[in-house]
């Protein structure tokens, strides 16, 4: 999608972090945007932004981990935007257990929040834009963490292994869904950033359901110094879209890392075939 003006973005998660970022940038890029968040006050927070940098916006309170509330944002979308044309998801979890002593309820938490939160979003919006025939982008967001495998040693000691699971699944599926839905005229994009301006160590816990446990303390606000701004993830992300980029990856220090990874699996063709 090489113009945004005169097009219609829902962001789901965009209260806060990451979503915010894509939604003040899609803004001013010309789009119009439909903020939906758990938190009605984040979400009112980011359409202010974009109002008072001369964009049009509009909040809506969502889960975005229930179909029923996602099917009554695809809605309030319908009535107040008409067709959307770009659909993001960036909601999502951290908490670090280490994988064998993650309990069913935390691998159960992370697989709502992180795979079918934007399965359940795409199966909210896409009848309707498959029905409005104006093409779209759908946006889903995997991590760093969707493209290696990082060990306690790389982290400082956190374990990241339940979250890298369900990231690796949402690069899976978004990849997957680009193949099923290019002949359509839609194009998926997978998000895999390093460290962006954002707060998931602290909305984890406040908006943990009853379902999962319930709201658990803060685990820090903020990110660690160094972290990219969001509004310039924001604008790597439209200028990604226009691309038509598949993935929209961030900090280029962590391209040796990748390369490694890919070395080591390389390295089995070797080992199968040594002749
Ligand atoms: N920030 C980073 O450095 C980074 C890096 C890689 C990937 N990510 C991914 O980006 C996504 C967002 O992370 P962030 O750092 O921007 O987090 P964030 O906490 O800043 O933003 C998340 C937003 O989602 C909202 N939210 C929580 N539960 C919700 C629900 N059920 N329905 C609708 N909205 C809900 C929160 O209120 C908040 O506004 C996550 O999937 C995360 O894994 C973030």
Redesign the pocket.
């Known amino acids: 999608m090489e113009q945004f003006e005169g097009r219609n973005a829902v962001v ?9 970022g894509i939604a003040l940038a899609l803004a001013e890029a010309g789009a119009r945007v439909l903020v ?4 009605p006050q ?1 979400a009112a927070d980011t359409v202010a932004r974009i109002g008072e940098a001369g964009g049009r916006a509009d909040a809506a309170t ?5 179909p029923a509330s996602l099917a009554a944002l695809a809605a309030v979308a319908a009535d107040v935007l008409g067709p959307v044309h770009v659909l993001v998801n ?5 908490a670090d257990p280490a994988l064998p002593d993650a309990t069913e309820e935390e691998w159960a938490w992370f697989h709502e ?2 795979l079918m ?1 934007p399965i359940r979003t795409v199966n909210a919006f896409l009848p309707g834009m498959r029905a409005n025939g104006e093409g779209g982008h759908i946006v889903v ?5 969707g493209l290696l495998a990082m060990s306690p040693t790389m982290t400082g000691g956190v374990n990241t292994g339940v ?1 890298t699971v369900m ?1 690796h699944a949402v690069m899976a599926y978004g990849e997957m869904l680009r193949y099923e839905l290019e002949p359509e005229g839609i194009a998926v994009s997978v ?10 160590g ?3 816990g ?2 943990r ?1 009853e379902r999962f446990g319930g709201p658990a303390p803060s685990r820090g606000e903020g ?1 660690p110094p160094g ?1 990219m701004p ?1 509004l310039d993830f924001g604008r790597l992300v439209v200028r990604a879209l226009r691309a038509n980029r598949t993935f929209v990856i961030t900090h280029p220090e962590t391209r040796p890392l990748l390369e490694a990874r890919q070395r080591l699996l390389l390295s089995d063709f070797e080992f199968a075939s040594p002749d």
Do not use: W
């Not at 967001?141 to 963490?145: G, I, L, P, R, V």
């Not at 998000?191 to 998931?200: I, Q, T």
């Open positions: 789901v998660g965009g209260g806060s972090g990451v979503g915010q939906g968040d758990i938190d984040s969502v889960d975005g981990t229930d960036t909601v999502g979890v951290i929040f992180h939160s967001t995997s991590s760093m963490a979250y990231k998000l895999c950033p390093g460290m962006v301006e954002g707060n998931l602290a909305t984890s406040r908006h359901p990110m972290a969001n």
